[in-house]
């Protein structure tokens, strides 16, 4: 399968090397994007470097609006063949007995309600049923979602953990329309999420208790992104890759 593919939060980390990777693959790339435009430009540049078409495109996922304008522009660049979830937010390491309100609420709606909304769209142009040729949804959870963060973000945690439970719902939901819809679940992985939640450190404080004794990667997460939008997993829908070093 090769095509459009989308990724959200696609100008730095795990979208990033994710775009640069599928586009090398043959796929052309529309990288969804809050902020940071040079750096989205940038994955651009990459991208078409390695002979792929690429846009980028500024979206606020919080807003369905910006969500439907998003996939509107995706559509004048090509046919989606591919989504891929991948923009999130963390929180700075709280207890729940700290939390705002507005804290969670804002975690909820870019983290839970945002990727819903990207794959409501999705859906509505792979289906077959909607006139679609099929396609690929592979969702960016998180070993959150395993592990609940005590301590630090449990609202992370449970973001992802409702991403996983749409995973599997959405998965059965369109499976004989020609959907396939999994999720990778990644670890500590050396991007600067964890600084955008006020913990730089975060990853030499736990690298010590990683089984492998050492963080991950994005290219190693953009891999198992890259192998679930191939054909090569054409018979696995509803799936979890776990990408964490054991932990």
């Given at each position: ?13 795990i ?7 599928l ?48 996939f ?7 046919t989606?063949?591919a989504?891929?979830?991948n923009?999130?937010i963390?929180?700075?390491r ?5 939390f ?6 804002n975690?909820?709606?870019v983290n ?25 949804i ?13 301590g ?8 992802k ?22 999720a ?22 736990l ?8 963080r991950?990667?994005?290219i ?16 696995v ?11």
């Open positions: 399968m090769r095509g459009t593919v989308l990724i959200t939060g696609g100008s730095r980390g979208g990033a090397a994710t775009a640069v990777l586009a090398q693959q043959g796929w052309h790339v529309c990288v969804g994007y809050k902020s940071g435009h040079e750096a989205a430009e940038q994955v651009v540049t990459e991208c078409e470097k390695r002979g792929a078409r690429a846009l980028a495109i500024q979206t606020d996922l919080a807003h369905e609006a910006e969500v439907v304008s998003l509107d522009q995706v559509d004048k660049f090509g989606l063949r989504l891929v979830n923009a999130g963390v929180g700075p709280n207890r729940v007995d700290e705002s309100y507005e804290r969670v609420v975690m909820m709606v839970v309600v945002g990727p819903i909304m990207c794959a409501r769209e999705a859906v509505r142009r792979m289906s077959t049923i909607h006139g679609g040729s099929g396609g690929v592979v969702n960016v959870s998180s070993a959150a979602s395993r592990l609940g963060s005590p630090e973000y449990v609202d992370y945690a449970a973001s953990g409702a991403i996983d439970t749409m995973t599997l719902g959405l998965a059965k939901e369109v499976a004989g329309e020609d959907i396939r819809v999994n990778v679940r990644p670890g500590l992985i050396d991007t600067g999420i964890h600084a955008s939640g006020g913990q730089p450190n975060r990853l030499e404080e690298e010590p208790g990683i089984p492998m004794k050492r991950g990667h994005s190693e997460v953009a891999e198992a992104i890259a192998w679930l939008c191939s054909e090569k997993a054409s018979y829908t509803g799936a979890f890759i776990d990408i964490s070093g054991g932990r």
